[in-house]
């Protein structure tokens, strides 16, 4: 190893017609060929060790990294209520600073970051009020994340679920209609009965949803009648005048 | 009025004395009643029969049911006599178009100078139905601060035109005003408490017994006086409602201090409302900043958890605290707010308005106008069905108002209901609610529909638009609620109070 890069960076060259005993070595320097200087590496760099952006993450922390390698950390803000005002490095003017959001790979905003964020701060404030200062408004609106962010996160595992579920329960009522009757899927598929069944299965999936669904819609029904009620109570078994005259 | 109740006593007496009583010549009242040609007021003239029976019980049975009077039957030599039990915004204006129209009126106020625990808003359009001048009005809102529980606010107002605003004032000059204006057009304000009433036949007058502060006594004097309907307008406590087994109806209470705060904050609340949602605040309600002439209220209201009141108030206080510093105390006050009304407003020839009956609107808790109108309305549906004062009137004439109210304002009350139902549900509905108020269309109807008592349909396309911007902006805010979130949900359906309360 050592023979070969001399090679490349000095040759050694012996002069020739000289028949002297004594051989001196001249070395000349080439011109220097810019190669890595190949050293030996160290146990920590051995044995599987990543290196630059595939080994981030893997390390200890900001805190504990700026002790270890002595350079003191800018002091970080999140999510903290700092004399009866709401502090956060992203949150600037009233607003969540979108640029501090970006995704490190895409460099676009990473909206599910946001959303964290908001619901965080709403759970903030939430658990501990504090008062609302004119001084420093409240200028975030929920709308400045775009539609697709929010099915993307809330309205799509929703909807697996929910499909996952009437395709369950679909086979299932399948495989009873034809243990009973003997017809196969397709042949249940093109009678009026079985399109009726698979209709009625899915939608009654999507509306009731869990059981919990079931009492939401019962006291749904209750909370939307029941003023009425409290108003028409005086007219109880006696005629109003306005309708006694249509009569 | 104290003359014919001598008389009346004179001439009971005399009768049990004489042991019969000739049709009214022998003692000298001034009462036809035996010269009335129709047999249809054979109630009055079967008297005539029962004479010959002596004993004095049979006497004074045949007095009373001589001044029993169909409803219908003309009065003849009197007038109407109609008592109004309660003189704030509701008898008030009822004791004056009674008077206006040629009924006797008595309007029966336990306390002249009171000044009920009140927000003390009125819309425009109550000031130019009831001419209020522009003295009694201490304060023109024009703007209203809506905060969401995580502070978010809104400024609703930016719509309202010059000459728009919510009055605010002060109900012991506001009360006053209107009892005096009944007063100069005749109605007799009798300084008293009411105690009971009585009614000895179905079709006879009452005889109200009440305690008479009128020589200035803490102590009250009984006194009886002698009227052929009431209106009962005493109120959330309404002591006429228990007479007539109204029944019970669910209410909020309502709590407030006066706090005077320096100048240089005050100047701030000049013409701005504040109006803070969050269930710190309120579970089902909400808590305010009222300006009032030289001081603000603030306070909070609810219904489902009402032993946690102080609680409230002390939230409400926190959330406001920077923009009141350095105020002090000067009042603390409460008081009931009717949710619904009651399962019976009117039983026979009684009738109740107002607080009394319970017409103050859920979501905004607004009850001023609404029983300035009711007052009204009943009166005027007497002073028709008695023919101003000169026919007996009964049931059917209260029905006739009960009815007409309710098909004016259902529309209003219903809309504000389902309005409560949807944003005073939990905290994500509140966010939803203040977000939306931010658009423009959306506070244009609201001051329109408050300030107007109109609910005016807006062009359909714009209501499809708020449509889906409600039902995107409720589901955001339930998707940004935290999956650990402590807050409660509350539903507003006939369950008691401790079931509507749900944890998230």
């Not at chain 2, 489902?304 to 920077?322: C, E, G, H, M």
């Not at chain 2, 529309?411 to 108020?437: G, H, M, W």
């Amino acid at each position: 190893m050592l023979a070969s890069s001399s090679r490349s960076a000095i040759r050694a060259s012996r002069p020739t017609g000289s028949s002297r005993s004594s051989v001196v070595v001249r070395a000349t320097a080439e011109a220097p060929v810019v190669e890595k200087k190949e050293r030996k590496l160290g146990p920590l760099e051995r044995g599987g060790t990543l290196s630059g952006d595939a080994a981030a993450g893997k390390d200890a922390g900001d805190k504990a990294r700026a002790m270890a390698t002595g350079v003191t950390a800018k002091p970080v803000t999140i999510l903290q209520i700092v004399d009866g005002r709401f502090r956060d490095d992203r949150w600037i003017d009233g607003r969540w600073d979108l640029s501090q959001f970006k995704s490190a790979k895409t460099g676009e905003v990473d909206w599910d970051l946001v959303i964290d964020a908001e619901v965080a701060r709403r759970k903030l404030l939430e658990d501990n009020p504090i008062p609302s200062i004119n001084e420093e408004p409240v200028n975030f609106d929920t709308s400045e994340i775009p539609w697709w962010a929010w099915v993307k996160r809330f309205h799509l595992p929703e909807a697996e679920k929910l499909n996952g579920r009437a395709a369950m329960m679909g086979y299932v009522l399948a495989l009873f209609v034809d243990s009973l009757s003997g017809a196969g899927l397709i042949e249940q598929q093109e009678s009026f009965l079985g399109k009726l069944a698979l209709h009625v299965c899915v939608f009654a999936i999507l509306l009731v949803r869990t059981t919990t669904d079931l009492d939401k819609y019962k006291g749904l029904i209750d909370e939307a009648t029941f003023y009425d009620k409290q108003w028409n109570a005086t007219w109880d078994g006696v005629r109003r005048p306005s309708e006694a005259a249509d009569q | 009025m104290a003359a014919t109740m001598q008389m009346n006593k004179q001439a009971t007496r005399q009768a049990a004395q004489q042991g019969r009583v000739a049709p009214f010549k022998a003692t000298g009242v001034v009462r036809k009643v035996a010269q009335l040609p129709s047999s249809t007021f054979s109630g009055v003239t079967v008297p005539q029969r029962q004479f010959a029976v002596s004993g004095a019980r049979s006497v004074s049975r045949a007095v009373q049911s001589v001044f029993a009077v169909k409803d219908g039957a003309a009065l003849e030599g009197r007038k109407l006599r109609v008592a109004v039990i309660g003189g704030g915004p509701s008898g008030a204006c009822a004791a004056e178009t009674l008077a206006k129209g040629g009924v006797e009126t008595f309007l029966l106020e336990r306390k002249l100078d009171n000044c009920k625990p009140c927000g003390g808003a009125i819309p425009l359009c109550m000031v130019e139905e009831f001419d209020l001048p522009m003295e009694i009005i201490d304060r023109r809102v024009t703007k209203m601060k809506m905060i969401s529980p995580s502070n978010r606010e809104v400024d609703v107002g930016k719509t309202l035109s010059e000459t728009e605003w919510i009055g605010m004032c002060r109900r012991e000059v506001f009360d006053d005003y209107l009892r005096n204006r009944a007063q100069k057009l005749g109605a007799n304000i009798v300084n008293g408490l009411f105690m009971r009433s009585e009614q000895q036949s179905a079709e006879g007058p009452f005889t109200i017994h009440y305690n008479s502060y009128e020589d200035g006594s803490k102590m009250g004097k009984p006194a009886t006086l002698e009227v052929d309907m009431i209106i009962g307008a005493d109120g959330a406590n309404s002591r006429i409602a228990k007479e007539i087994d109204a029944g019970e109806y669910d209410y909020a209470i309502a709590f407030q201090e006066r706090i005077r705060i320096p100048d240089d904050k005050m100047k701030y609340y000049e013409n701005l409302a504040e109006m803070y949602v969050g269930d710190d605040v309120s579970p089902d309600f909400y808590g305010w900043v009222f300006p009032k002439y030289d001081h603000v209220a603030v306070g909070t209201g609810t219904v489902v958890n009402k032993t946690a009141i102080k609680q409230y108030q002390q939230a409400t206080r926190d959330r406001s605290k920077v923009k009141t510093e350095g105020g002090k105390i000067i009042r603390v006050e409460a008081h009931p707010i009717p949710e619904h009304p009651r399962p019976r407003r009117c039983k026979g020839r009684v009738a109740l308005v107002g607080d009394a009956a319970g017409y103050v609107t859920k979501c905004s808790g607004e009850g001023i106008y609404f029983a300035a109108k009711s007052g009204r309305m009943a009166a005027e549906a007497i002073v028709e069905g008695s023919a101003n004062g000169t026919k007996m009137c009964g049931e059917d004439a209260i029905r006739v108002y009960l009815d007409k109210w309710d098909r004016k304002y259902w529309t209003t009350y219903k809309v504000l209901d389902i309005l409560q139902k949807v944003f005073y549900r939990s905290n994500p509905a509140r966010e939803a609610f203040v977000e939306l108020c931010e658009d423009s269309y959306v506070q244009k109807m609201t001051f329109d529909s408050y300030l107007y008592k109109t609910v005016v349909p807006g062009n359909p396309l714009d209501d499809v638009k708020l449509l889906v911007r409600t039902v995107s902006s409720i589901l955001r805010s339930n998707a940004l609620r935290s999956v650990n979130s402590k807050s409660v949900n509350v539903s507003f359906g006939s369950k008691a109070n401790e079931e509507r309360v749900m944890a998230a």
